[in-house]
């Protein structure tokens, strides 16, 4: 048999976050009624001419230049034929001959270090519309659409095929997330389509330079589907091959319940599209001296953030990573160490607790309630032994559940914690002697009694026993 090396490349189509369409002035909310947010521009009704909202281009530009790739001076847009229900022109504004921005890179994590991923372009265009299917499309009955998304400007952003494994395309399409992220043009929400993936996947056999025939598996909406369609997409060409068949060229859709991809039409090429520019729209002449005013604009890339975080706050390379994936999770860390300036302990608590909770209530770190400077507050109170830490967690859930000041809980449900060395001792004496085996378990030698017996004076009361006062008696008395 063979030995196979998949070339994979992807198309990512990135929303951006302006109030109006890319080329009319009809509202991008999110979530409101089917067909609420429709005019006759963006419903190509006929004498309607487009008129290109600024904004799409300053965020077009400001995604190139995070992405590290060159603005043109010149850029065109041209129509993009072909015939599909939710597209009201028959045809897309989009760009072919003179994307806004092209030769960039994102450099990502793997297995064997860094490794640069290219990027051929990225150019703006409008977005179709949305058809609403009864369950399957394949299956479907009858489908409706919704035409709020006509018109929705978007950039796609295209990588050269220098991806080689599924990991690899994963990892790049979280890092392409984050930038763009950062940069503030788009939210990325995968699970409200404003990131959406389609991935071009071929097989060759190992050694050799010429590609193979590249199917296009479209409209992948979560990281772990771009994974788990690509692994799936190339076990398939090489069981094809290594049948003696022959991979076709076409758009598959991948079936996250079946775990398969499935042929949805032969692909078309660009010919196909039968490209010319749009006569309705002036070609643009871009300012350098806007492309630099923007460039002054562009925040801390995730990149560099990581770098900060080690060298400046002497974080482990693995904190630093998680930390800055999001730009909300950076700024929420930053703004804990304005109040509790402990750069390790903040990390801890937002990689485990805070995380732990965020994910078991599928939210964001934005929709949380607890703010930094509540965290850090608690943090403090910890520091000054006004709560243990086992307290301390029992306080966190608290402010995730209710957003309420930590002093207020502690307060409210009577959790100062007992540094009285008279009170902790009485009930030391009490737990020595209700637990005989285990105190002369521990003079007999075993050291890890005594975490038992620490565990049952915290117990008795009720948690809130400082901790180091505990072990000190616990030792003194036996």
Known sequence: MAQYEAVIGLEIHVELK???????????????????????????MPGVLPVLNKQVVEYAIRAGLALNCTIADFTRFDRKHYYYP?????????????????????????????????ITKAHMEEDAG?????????TTP??????????????????????????????????LRSIIQYTGVSDCRMEEGSLRCDVNVSVRPVGTTELGTKTEIKNLNSFKAIQKATEYEIE??????????????????????????????????????????????????????WVESIKATLPELPDRRKSRYISEYGLPEYDAIILTQTKETADYFEDCLKVFPNPKTVSNWIMGDLTRLLNANNMEISECKIKPQQLAEMLKMMDRGTISGKIAKTVFEEMFTSGKDPGTIVKE?????????????AIVEEVIAKNPKSV??????????????????????????????????????L
């Open 413 to 425: 449900k009577g959790l100062v914690q007992i540094s009285d060395e008279g009170a902790i001792a």
């Open 236 to 289: 398939r060409q090489i069981d094809i091959l290594e049948e003696g068949g022959s991979i076709v060229q076409e758009t598959r859709t991948w079936d996250d319940n079946k775990g398969i991809t499935i042929s949805m039409r032969t692909k078309e090429e660009a010919h196909d599209y039968r490209y010319f520019p749009d006569p309705d729209l002036v070609p643009l002449v871009i300012d350098r001296e």
């Open 130 to 138: 949305k058809l609403v299917h009864q369950g399957n499309i394949a």
């Open 18 to 44: 302006t109030n109006t369409k890319i080329f009319c002035t009809s509202a991008t909310e999110f979530g409101v009624d089917p067909n609420a947010h429709v005019c006759p521009g963006c419903m190509g």
């Open 440 to 477: 002369e378990d521990f003079r007999n030698g075993k050291d890890k009694a005594i975490g038992f017996l620490v565990g049952q004076v915290m117990k008795a009361s009720k948690g809130k026993a400082n901790p180091a006062l505990v072990n000190k008696l616990l030792r003194e008395k």
């Open 86 to 118: 939710d597209l009201p022109c028959n045809y897309q504004i989009s760009q072919n001959y003179f994307p806004i921005a092209k030769n960039g890179y994102v450099e990502i994590e793997t297995e064997k270090g860094k490794k640069k991923i290219g």
């Open 142 to 175: 009858y489908s409706l659409v919704d035409y709020n998304r006509a018109g929705m400007p978007l950039i796609e952003i295209v990588s050269e095929p220098d991806i080689r494994t599924p990991e690899e395309a994963r990892a790049y399409a979280e890092k």
